[in-house]
């Protein structure tokens, strides 16, 4: 594989985490409300609030 192969497969599987660090950021922030309302855990997705936390980290 030459090095200009090398850079365009890096350069794509970044922007593809970057996109998905985005994504989660996005919903953790305007989707999903913190705090825990009436003993209830927020979801979203099927997935909780501390779920989305460990994905986007």
């Not at 090398?6 to 409300?33: E, H, K, Q, R």
Request: charged share 10%; no cysteine; aromatic share 12%.
């Amino acid at each position: 594989m030459n090095r200009m192969k090398l850079n365009y497969s890096i350069d794509a599987i970044l922007t593809i985490l970057f996109l998905l660090v985005a994504v989660t950021g996005f919903v953790m922030y305007l989707v999903i409300p913190s705090g825990v309302p009436k003993g209830r855990y927020q979801e979203y997705m099927g997935m909780t609030k501390a779920t989305w936390t460990l994905i986007h980290n």
